[in-house]
């Protein structure tokens, strides 16, 4: 198998002092021909980057079919708990009820696999100041400013913000209200940006629910106003994510690959796959392949190239002795 773009992967691991770079990733290693289907429903975030994905595994297993449904981060536990899928993608953790009733209908809970790592981004309009100069006039916005804008509780202390005057914007912009938008309740990244920006405080009726990323992304870029919450994924020429910090001293940073594998930007989460495996059980072959180029050198590539954040070392080998376990 072509080792395509590993240069990339270790030179981004590398050069934000990731431990064990020293040693790459395993590389995928084909096996006997395998064919069938391997269905995977949930976030459209992980499935984007899965579609992706698919691309690699076609090439290897000509017979192999990745049936991919993105219905949302919320309808993922449930399609795995009905066998309608046979991996679920979530962008957030399964929470304690949903792995409760897994468990109490199959007695195990679900086995689950960090895939790949996401960034939370705050977009705006490309001509809003906060983003449009090389040298704006302010840094960016806090968590605190954050939830002073999209909560109604403001539970991080905050002033109530509804202007961009508010946030330290002049002149025109300073009486312009902030236009808010984002998915709904079922989208993984509205749940993170709930529970670690909002403390789980409740949103704004004012934000926008969009029926997906893709017309929240759109909605910013069509007004100056807007701001958007999205996936690391999703850009457009029209818009730019805005630096963020995690408290008032900062520092600010952008949700770039390096600041993501430094630590530096504030909302860096993970992306997930579960399966229903019984303990002591082998996966089939086709889940086991599946997840092991994931986890590999190839899959990380892959990763990288579509503009998220690559697993470490230690959880890719941790998944790949997981994902080949016979018992």
């Known amino acids: 198998m072509r080792r395509i773009g590993a240069s990339l992967l270790l030179a981004c691991l590398a050069a934000a002092g990731q431990a064990g770079i020293n040693e790459p990733l395993e590389e995928y290693r084909r096996v006997r021909e395998l064919a069938g289907a391997v269905r995977i429903e949930g976030s459209p975030t992980v499935c984007a980057l899965l579609l992706?994905?698919?691309?690699?595994?076609?090439?290897?297993?000509?017979?192999?079919?990745?049936?991919?449904?993105?219905?949302?981060?919320s309808g993922a536990p449930e399609a795995?708990?009905?066998?309608?899928?046979?991996?679920?993608?979530?962008?957030?953790?399964?929470?304690?009820?949903?792995?409760?009733t897994f468990q109490k209908k199959y007695g195990y809970e679900p086995e689950r696999y960090t895939i790949a790592r996401d960034a939370?981004?705050?977009?705006?309009?490309?001509?809003n100041p906060i983003v449009a100069a090389e040298d704006p006039p302010l840094p960016g916005l806090t968590l605190?400013?954050?939830?002073?804008?999209?909560?109604?509780?403001?539970k991080r202390g905050g002033d109530?913000?509804?202007?961009?005057?508010?946030?330290g914007l002049t002149g025109e912009w300073a009486g312009r209200a902030i236009l808010m938008a984002g998915v709904g309740a079922t989208s993984g990244s509205t749940a993170s940006f709930w529970s670690r920006v909002l403390l789980e405080g409740k949103f704004r009726s004012t934000v926008v629910v969009q029926p997906g990323p893709g017309a929240v992304v759109n909605g910013v870029g069509a007004f100056k106003e807007a701001l958007g919450i999205v996936s690391l994924e999703y850009r457009s020429k029209r818009t730019r994510p805005?630096?963020?910090?995690?408290?008032?001293?900062?520092?600010?940073?952008?949700?770039?690959?390096?600041?993501?594998?430094e630590g530096k930007y504030p909302l860096v989460r993970d992306l997930y796959l579960y399966v229903n495996r019984k303990p002591g059980t082998p996966l089939p072959d086709l889940l086991r392949e599946t997840l092991v180029y994931?986890?590999?050198?190839?899959?990380?590539?892959?990763?990288?190239?579509?503009?998220?954040?690559?697993?470490?070392?230690?959880?890719?080998?941790?998944?790949?002795?997981r994902a080949r376990a016979t018992k």
């Open 52 to 73: 992706e994905l698919r691309r690699g595994l076609r090439d290897m297993y000509p017979g192999l079919t990745v049936e991919i449904t993105a219905t949302g981060s």
């Open 294 to 321: 994931i986890s590999s050198e190839d899959g990380q590539n892959v990763v990288v190239a579509d503009g998220l954040v690559p697993i470490d070392l230690e959880t890719s080998t941790d998944n790949l002795k």
């Open 80 to 100: 795995l708990l009905e066998g309608r899928c046979d991996l679920a993608a979530l962008s957030r953790p399964m929470t304690d009820k949903e792995i409760a």
């Open 160 to 167: 109530r913000i509804t202007t961009w005057g508010d946030v």
């Open 144 to 154: 605190r400013q954050l939830d002073s804008i999209f909560s109604v509780d403001r």
């Open 120 to 127: 939370i981004v705050v977009l705006a309009n490309m001509h």
């Open 242 to 261: 805005v630096p963020l910090a995690e408290t008032d001293a900062g520092p600010f940073a952008l949700p770039t690959l390096q600041n993501c594998l």
